[in-house]
């Protein structure tokens, strides 16, 4: 069998159009009750400004404490979004983020990197408020 140019960019169009699966997903709820809003820029909610925080993650059914994250994320759009860099840190080790946090809906992070058994980690999070309140955060961890 002749295998030509047009067969092997086919064959590599058709993988690269196949969708990735996550080698593993971790769901988790954080609670924000330990968040600072630090004033840096001008009077009030202003580009610049810092929100430093340190919450407790539970379980998915929102009951066990399993973990911990820390951080901290910088104003870049008044009223609709902060860029935040965190760690998360579970019993097999941290994961840690960086991407923006919407004031509003849905937001998309990125993961980047990890120590213990996430040693090189790679994915997403898909960061979803539970309620209105945002009195808890749904995290959803995709890695590949």
Same mark, same amino acid.
């Given at each position: 069998m002749q295998i030509t140019m047009g067969r092997i960019a086919a064959l590599a169009a058709t993988l690269v159009a196949l969708p990735v699966l996550a %080698?593993?997903?971790?769901? /988790?709820?954080?609670?924000? *009750?330990?968040?600072?809003? !630090?004033?840096?820029? %001008?009077?009030?909610?202003? /580009?610049?400004?810092?929100? *430093?925080?340190?919450?407790? !993650?539970?379980d998915s059914a929102n009951k066990t404490q399993v973990g911990s994250d820390q951080g901290y994320c910088i104003r870049t759009v008044v009223g609709k979004s902060w860029e935040c860099f965190w760690t998360l840190t579970l019993k097999a080790g941290q994961i840690t983020i960086e991407g923006p946090f919407m004031d509003e809906g849905d937001s998309l992070v990125t993961v980047t990197g990890?120590?213990?058994?996430?040693?090189?980690?790679?994915?997403?999070?898909?960061?979803?408020?539970?309620?209105?309140?945002?009195?808890s955060y749904d995290f959803t961890y995709d890695l590949l």
């Open positions: %080698a593993e997903q971790i769901k /988790v709820v954080e609670r924000p *009750v330990g968040e600072t809003t !630090v004033d840096l820029g %001008a009077k009030g909610d202003s /580009v610049g400004d810092m929100l *430093v925080f340190a919450n407790g !993650v539970f990890g120590t213990g058994k996430y040693v090189g980690a790679k994915g997403s999070m898909k960061l979803h408020p539970r309620d209105a309140k945002s009195s």
